[in-house]
């Protein structure tokens, strides 16, 4: 069964720090670029990193760079997102999500998503 | 990097059809036949509904489909059902790797 399950959220004080950890099973992990993408409690989507499938390039939305840094082990099957200076506008469920591929080309959409862990940013 | 905007909420009857917007830019859904759609279900991950525009996913009902004019995309759902009450949402890529999300539709079955 193809699998994303998240890991590592929790409650942080502002200004600290997070790692969160994606485990990948039931598809060739290596393959893909995986994204993270974060839900605050009662909002919408917004899409925050993805890395290539070999992690050469990495993407940020503006409002975490600098902060939060994505990295994958594909030895491991896992994606993680290192999450640094934290703010109460971090508050969200964090997703990862795979980026879908057809017939071995990219196609842009978010096919596999896990179950999301919640990140709470609080003092 | 600003999100695509939807309307706040959609409804309609079993049986009819209902249709979503989602409005971005000449840098986002302008400029790429790449908006997918989304549906999530109270305390659910989202589910991949369309993508590139108007391709629907295995397993995903013809009665949703999509269209894009301009900046603006659309998701109608024909033939509603009590199943499709739910929060939708379009994605586009926006270049350079990116991505921007909608702010989300609430669809009701009345």
């Known amino acids: 069964e193809v699998q994303l399950v998240e890991s590592g959220g929790g409650l942080v004080q502002p200004g600290g720090s997070l790692r969160l950890s994606c485990a990948a099973s039931g598809f060739t992990f290596s393959s893909y670029w995986m994204s993270w993408v974060r839900q605050a409690p009662g909002k919408g989507l917004e899409w925050v990193a993805n890395?290539?499938?070999?992690?050469?390039?990495?993407y940020y939305v503006d409002s975490v760079k600098g902060r939060f840094t994505i990295s994958r082990d594909n030895a491991k099957n896992s994606l993680y997102l290192q999450m640094n200076s934290l703010r109460a506008e971090d508050t969200a469920v964090y997703y990862c999500a795979r980026e879908g591929m057809i017939q071995g080309v990219i196609s842009y959409a978010f096919d596999i998503w896990g179950q999301g862990t919640m990140v709470t940013v609080s003092s | 990097q600003s999100a695509l905007t939807q309307p706040a909420s959609v409804s309609g009857s079993p049986g009819q059809s209902i249709t979503i917007s989602c409005t971005g830019t000449?840098?986002?859904?302008?400029?790429?036949?790449?908006v997918s759609w989304y549906q999530q279900h109270p305390g659910k991950a989202p589910k991949l509904m369309i993508y590139e525009g108007s391709k629907r996913p295995s397993g995903v009902s013809n009665r949703f489909s999509g269209s894009k004019s301009g900046n603006t995309a659309s998701l109608t759902i024909s033939g509603l059902q009590a199943e499709d009450e739910a929060d939708y949402y379009c994605?586009?890529?926006?270049?350079?790797?990116?991505?921007?999300f909608g702010t989300g539709t609430k669809v009701t079955v009345l």
């Open positions: 890395i290539k499938q070999d992690g050469s390039e990495k």
């Open positions: 000449s840098s986002d859904v302008g400029s790429y036949n790449l």
């Open positions: 994605c586009s890529y926006a270049g350079s790797s990116t991505f921007v």
